[in-house]
């Protein structure tokens, strides 16, 4: 079985300052990881996702995430959040096998940007 | 043009009703799913169809059951609604194997 911890339910940040959403997985087999971002009354949106090869994956808006295998995490990270950040970010973790990609997702953060 | 679309975009119902949820995807993905928002946001995978055929059957009342005419269209009936099926529902698609699912926009279900 697969479960991902989102530690931070809320995470408040000021304009221009580092970001960072923290995820731990948990998983039997090879994990194939992810963040979602959801913005107000919207679905969810694919980041980033890390499945083989380079452990930094870089996604869109700027973030970017690194995936550790010792710490079984897989934390979310942007040098200078924008206003336009302030989102609900989900982390999930997948095994990809099979014909379905069958996420388990986290509990979600909600980011904050003040100015 | 919306990739994931569902439609209604919200239903308010009374207890007991039976109520429909629409998607429809023009991705040209061969996988769909069927996702439920709780009120805290926990999102939990509830079916997925691969090219028609029921793949992912977790957990859940029996009560609802998804239909998929074809591989771009997946829908989902519950009936005998109860309060606690009060829920955002999302439809996402994938191409097999990716993990990078498409959602839709989530239809708001209110039970009475």
């Known amino acids: 079985a697969q479960s991902v911890t989102q530690l931070g339910s809320h995470v408040s940040v000021s304009e221009g300052a580092l970001v960072l959403l923290r995820c731990n997985y948990s998983?039997?087999?090879?994990?194939?990881l992810f963040w979602y971002v959801q913005y107000p009354n919207q679905g969810l949106q694919l980041l980033l996702k890390?499945?083989?090869?380079?452990?930094l994956v870089k996604g869109i808006n700027g973030f970017e995430a690194e995936f550790k295998k010792s710490e079984t995490s897989f934390h979310l990270t942007k040098p200078s959040a924008h206003m336009s950040d302030a989102a609900e970010y989900f982390c999930a973790v997948s095994d990809l096998t099979g014909t379905a990609s069958k996420l388990t997702f986290g509990t979600g953060t909600r980011l904050q940007v003040t100015l | 043009d919306t990739a994931v679309s569902q439609t209604p975009k919200y239903l308010v119902t009374q207890m007991g009703n039976d109520k429909s949820i629409k998607c429809e995807q023009n991705l040209g993905h061969d996988t769909m799913y069927w996702y439920k928002q709780d009120s805290k946001k926990f999102l939990k995978i509830m079916f997925s169809?691969?090219?028609?055929?029921?793949?992912i059957n977790e957990t859940v009342p029996n009560r609802f059951s998804p239909k998929s005419p074809d591989k771009a269209h997946l829908n989902l009936h519950i009936n005998s609604l109860e309060l606690g099926d009060s829920a955002v529902y999302f439809c996402?698609?994938?191409?097999?194997?990716?993990?990078?699912?498409?959602f839709g926009e989530g239809s708001r279900l209110t039970v009475l």
């Open positions: 996402a698609s994938s191409r097999r194997g990716t993990g990078e699912l498409f």
């Open positions: 890390y499945t083989t090869g380079a452990t």
């Open positions: 998983s039997s087999v090879p994990p194939y």
């Open positions: 169809y691969n090219n028609k055929e029921l793949i």
